[in-house]
């Protein structure tokens, strides 16, 4: 403790707490005299900061202003000489959207000239703008004839407030690659009405607008310069006027400190002494107190550091001579240990072997002074040495006392998972574009986003085609509402819908895919839909063509006994439903062994085939005929109400087969014998039918041939 000596005791008090009071004053006139420096500058700073920024939107108006005046002058030029005629090229093909009979001509020499409208030059300089300046135009409205015209949201924002009296609209966007955008109305003059006449548009009507997208990096980049400018003019202001006035306010303080001291000598010596040695005991006190303060928070600092490292993403250690001297809780993680594990071991030791001699060469050369990379990815050695470790290491040389060796950090992040993520993206890349399926995705809206290679070869259309499209553009007409209705309801209650459609390509062709849809998960602006599907139609046909092969007779064409029994089926299942009778009718061939045997197998084929041919005449298209087996055949009579139209039908079947049959091997006649059997009259199951129709064709041939007799239950005999 300092005593205070007793001659001071006598001094007036009221001096020293005055002195104290006179600095503590001039130090908060200092201080104010800065903060009102400041905020004075401060606040002509941010008016004028505000002024760069409405010139620089007037500059970015003023020119959507003239970029506008040039397209509406443009357009109006060439609305008042009803569009201009242009060369057909490559790049100006004709405006499908044009109608007008004399759009394209043919000039004396052969020229093709197509009719150019205000619209269709608009884009055209639109393209021109857009490749030498980076300026896009587009023109578009609230109800586009162009689908192209399309507006987006901020266009469709702007014509609304149109409609609502404003006179133009200037936007700053700041995308990546900053733009204004500027937009003003277009407006019905008379020379507008010669292509908008059938559209009710009246003159003074707004009926689209123009928006003008103009790059502002370089704008932006003078109104930074300008605004960096300001910033130090107004700064370097302040503190030159704070500075003066803090000099003015020192050397009048001089002054006022000189009288004083001339006065209080004796008594500033005394208490400059007094107060030396309290400061010097104060010093003491406040050293020993700062040391603990610092310790203190040295301590818990390096506790918050060393928390906040075990936590963080990546793993972190320190090295010292190659010897690992801290590492994080995350290292020991990455690779399956304790981080405590690590210290004193040479940092080399937790690469895998293959990598170690590469890194200890960066590390030497690090030591020699010589370049070496500061960032490179390696393979981290793991407990379990199956399981893979790549790492990018990021190298920093900490600062250290001279005589201290030097100290190495190094960051250690684990892209294991980003690069097997890599790795299954580049395949499922590689699956979209090779795979021989077509594969179409569709966002929440059902607007085609992409398709793959094959997709184009089976429709023929290209990306471009059909991006942003409907799926429905690929629509052949041949399903009904109900068919899409099933599917949809498919997708929104399972999320999939797998079937055969059928579709029409580019060129008009339809054809028949084996199509599977589904749904991609995901909220309202990611989901989407995914399809894939193969052209069938080839298949298919083979399939019929087998199906026919399957249930036709190869000679005649006609059904065979398998299908003849499932059309006999349906016919006995109608029957039953609706009470309907038909007939049961086998036929059989007289005398065709001797055709055989006297002109050989390839005559009776040929009779074969001709008798197919006149049994089929003699049947309406309802009704059936079948080749059975060698000369045997049936017919299925589903138009008749009773036996006397069956027997009308046998009738002239049987007068078709008595007529010569011309063959290339000479002249054959022959006959038929026929047997009959009504449903439900003769049976009412397929086998009973089948066997009564087959007694009445044997009581038939036992009646001399060339007849037909219809079955009759026996008579019982008591």
């Not at 407030?161 to 690659?177: C, H, M, P, V, Y």
């Not at 003078?222 to 704070?242: D, F, V």
């Not at 580049?426 to 399926?437: L, T």
Request: charged share 25%; aromatic share 8%; hydrophobic share 40%.
């Amino acid at each position: 403790m300092t005593t205070m000596p007793s001659n001071l005791k006598a001094n007036p008090p009221h001096r020293l707490g005055k002195g104290r009071f006179s600095s503590l004053s001039f130090a908060f006139l200092v201080v104010a005299l800065y903060v009102f420096c400041l905020c004075l500058f401060g606040a002509l700073l941010l008016r004028e900061l505000n002024r760069l920024q409405e010139n620089t939107e007037s500059i970015a108006r003023e020119r959507g202003v003239v970029l506008f005046r040039l397209i509406e002058v443009t357009r109006d030029w060439n609305a008042r000489h009803g569009g201009v005629y242009v060369p057909i090229t490559a790049d100006t093909q004709p405006n499908s959207y044009l109608h007008d009979p004399k759009r394209d001509v043919i000039t004396q020499d052969g020229t093709r000239l197509t009719k150019v409208n205000p619209a269709f030059m608009t884009r055209q300089i639109a393209d021109l703008a857009e490749k030498m300046d980076g300026v896009k135009f587009h023109i578009t409205s609230l109800n586009p004839v162009r689908p192209a015209n399309k507006a987006d949201a901020w266009e469709e924002e702007t014509l609304r407030a149109f409609e609502s009296g404003t006179k133009d609209r200037l936007s700053f966007i700041a995308n990546e690659a900053p733009v204004h955008r500027y937009m003003a109305p277009l407006t019905i003059t008379a020379s507008c009405l010669h292509c908008h006449d059938s559209q009710n548009y009246k003159i003074g009507d707004i009926r689209g607008g123009i928006s003008v997208t103009m790059p502002a990096t370089a704008l932006l980049g003078i109104q930074q310069e300008q605004k960096q400018r300001a910033i130090w003019l107004y700064l370097l202001a302040a503190l030159a006027t704070g500075a003066t006035g803090h000099y003015l306010m020192y050397r009048h303080r001089l002054f006022v400190r000189t009288i004083q001291n001339l006065n209080v000598a004796q008594e500033k010596l005394i208490l400059e002494r007094t107060q030396a040695l309290a400061n010097t005991n104060a010093e003491l006190l406040k050293e020993v107190t700062d040391r603990r303060e610092s310790e203190n928070r040295l301590k818990e600092s390096e506790e918050r550091y060393r928390t906040v490292l075990d936590f963080g993403t990546d793993g972190v250690m320190v090295t010292e001579n190659g010897l690992i001297i801290f590492a994080n809780k995350r290292l020991g993680e990455m690779l399956g240990r304790e981080s405590s594990e690590f210290i004193g071991k040479n940092g080399l030791e937790l690469l895998h072997p293959t990598e170690r001699e590469r890194v200890a060469h960066y590390r030497d050369n690090r030591v020699k002074g010589l370049p070496a990379p500061t960032q490179y990815r390696t393979r981290l050695l793991h407990k379990e040495v199956e399981h893979p470790v790549i790492a990018d290491f990021s190298v920093k040389t900490l600062e250290t006392a001279p005589d201290q060796s030097p100290r190495i950090l190094i960051s250690v992040r684990d892209v294991t998972a980003v690069l097997e993520a890599e790795r299954v993206n580049r395949i499922a890349s590689a699956v979209f574009e090779n795979a021989a399926e077509a594969i179409l995705v569709t966002d929440n809206k059902n607007r085609i986003v992409q398709v793959n290679p094959a997709f184009t070869a089976i429709t023929g259309y290209t990306p471009n085609d059909v991006r942003g499209q409907n799926p429905r553009l690929l629509r052949s007409g041949r399903h009904d509402k109900d068919f899409y209705i099933r599917m949809w309801d498919s997708l929104n209650t399972t999320g999939q819908w797998q079937g055969e459609i059928w579709n029409r390509r580019k060129n008009g062709d339809a054809f028949i895919e084996g199509l599977s849809i589904t749904r991609i998960s995901g909220d309202d602006n990611n989901g989407g839909y995914v399809a894939t599907f193969s052209d069938i139609t080839r298949r298919k046909e083979a399939e019929e063509v087998m199906r026919h092969k399957a249930h036709h007779d190869p000679l005649t064409d006609l059904p065979n006994r398998s299908l003849f029994y499932d059309r006999l089926q349906n016919a006995m299942a109608n029957g039953r439903r609706y009470q309907r009778c038909f007939a049961l009718v086998y036929v059989d061939l007289d005398y065709f062994k001797s055709v055989n045997d006297n002109f050989g197998h390839a005559a009776g084929d040929a009779l074969l085939v001709e008798t197919s041919r006149r049994l089929g005449v003699c049947l309406r298209e309802a009704d059936t005929v079948a080749r059975l087996g060698g000369d045997e055949f049936a017919m299925i009579l589903t138009e008749v109400s009773n036996v006397a139209d069956a027997e009308d039908v046998v009738q002239r079947a049987l007068k078709a087969m008595s007529l010569p049959f011309a063959l290339a091997e000479g002249t054959a006649i022959i006959s038929a014998s026929i047997g009959i059997a009504m449903y439900p009259d003769h049976g009412g199951e397929t086998e009973i039918l089948q066997r009564h129709a087959d007694s009445a064709l044997y009581l038939a041939k036992e009646a001399g041939r060339n007849t037909y007799r219809v079955y009759s239950p026996p008579t019982s005999h008591i």
